[in-house]
Structures are given as C-alpha cells and as structure tokens.
C-alpha cells in the first residue's frame, strides 16, 4: 500500500512569512495527525483529526497555526506569520481502523528552516 | 499532565554488543505502548505492546511491557551499525486516541 505523501520535503522562509504543508494520508485511513518534531525531541502532536473534523487540537499555537481536513483526506498545516522557534521537523501520520487503529504510520516529514 | 520518559537519551556501542532501552510513562487512559525506529525523518514502526509480560520479537529486536510499573524495555541483541538510529517510545491513549511520544534515545552503533 502507499503510504503517506508529503510535501514539500523542505523548506527555508523568513521570519514573519507563511508556509503551508501538505499531506495525503493511507488511502482509508480515517484519522490523521500533524506532529511537530524539534531537533532533539520527541514529536509533539499539534492537530489530530478523525475523517474532516477536529479531535485534539490542545497543543496547536492557534494564533499562528492553522489546519484543515475538508473532505475527509489531505490535509493542509499552515503557519502564519512564522517565527525562529517553528524551525522543526513537521511529521503526518495516519491511523485506520479497528485493531491497527493504535498504530500510526508517518510520512517522512517537512523540515521547516525559519531565518 | 501526561509524560513519557526514556532512557539513556543516548547511547555509543560497539557492533555485537546488546543494548536495552527504557520506557516509562505516566498516562491516563492507557491503551497502547509502540515503538518505533527514525533514521531520518519518518519514523518507522517497531512494535505494539498492550498486554503486560508478553515478550514481542522481531529479529534481534524484542519488547515487552510492564503495566504494573508503567515501564517497557527495547532490546537489540548483536547490535549493527544499520541499528544506529533514534528509537522512539509512544503511547497511546483511549481519549482522542492519539500518542504521547518520549524524546527518544539516539544509539550510535560503531563498527
């Protein structure tokens, strides 16, 4: 099976501007989750949503970021206006149903360079 | 707050070597404990753990959890170099269904 697309692969913006990432999950797979990975750390889930609506958003910096799931497949992060400290690793995954609904499997991640 | 801790937060062996690494958590809801291998940027999936003392091997890799003490072992037998990575620890939790990852353990594996 494909597995999850994202893109772009990299990215270097300015301070203040904006960017926009975008993910395509396993094909079927109802949840999906944006993580964001800082250098040396563990991924933190910024955004899970199950088909297009909103699960967990608690750790999203909602005055900068943003994240939508219309229909229900591809999802789109965006950051706007971004700072030094959104420099990381942006990680999707997805999850599908039933038994393998606790695994998530990842895409290989946009890394973000803010100047 | 949910937390997920692991240790060594790095590790330099030799190839051949056997290495351990620890897991442990305090999270409500518990559901589920992965595992997973990040080599670049896309981490990979290594193993689920939901039962306490049931052993999960896949090669010279095995796992097993302790619900009791909140705690799960990774042990890679005969070590390689292709086995240096970052090995990261997760858990799943029934609200929301989502994961609380550990910073990992970065293991350098030297020929």
């Known amino acids: 099976e494909a597995g999850v697309a994202q893109s772009p692969r990299y990215k270097i913006i300015e301070k203040r501007q904006s960017v926009a990432f975008w993910c395509n999950p396993i094909s079927g797979h109802a949840t999906l989750y944006w993580y964001q990975q800082i250098l040396g750390q563990g991924p933190k889930l910024l955004i899970q949503f199950q088909n297009n609506g909103v699960v967990d958003d608690s750790q999203l910096p909602k005055d900068r970021f943003s994240a939508e799931r219309l229909k229900g497949v591809d999802s789109t992060l965006k950051i706007q206006p971004a700072k030094l400290e959104d420099s990381a690793v942006y990680l999707c995954?997805?999850?599908?149903?039933?038994?393998?609904?606790?695994?998530?499997?990842f895409g290989q991640g946009t890394r973000l360079t803010v100047v | 707050e949910d937390k997920v801790v692991q240790s060594p937060l790095s590790l330099v062996v030799h190839e051949g070597d056997t290495v351990t690494l620890n897991c442990s958590y305090e999270?409500?809801?518990?559901?589920?404990l992965l595992w997973y291998k990040q080599e670049k940027k896309a981490p990979t999936f290594l193993f689920m753990l939901?039962?306490?003392?049931i052993e999960k091997k896949s090669g010279r890799l095995s796992s097993i959890l302790d619900k009791k003490e909140l705690f799960s072992i990774l042990n890679i037998t005969a070590t390689q170099t292709g086995d240096s990575a970052i090995y990261l620890c997760?858990?799943?939790?029934?609200?929301?269904?989502?994961?609380?990852f550990g910073p990992g353990t970065r293991l350098s594996v030297l020929p």
């Open positions: 997760a858990v799943g939790r029934n609200y929301g269904q989502n994961f609380v």
């Open positions: 995954a997805s999850s599908g149903k039933g038994p393998r609904r606790a695994e998530a499997f």
């Open positions: 999270v409500t809801n518990f559901r589920s």
């Open positions: 939901t039962s306490s003392g």
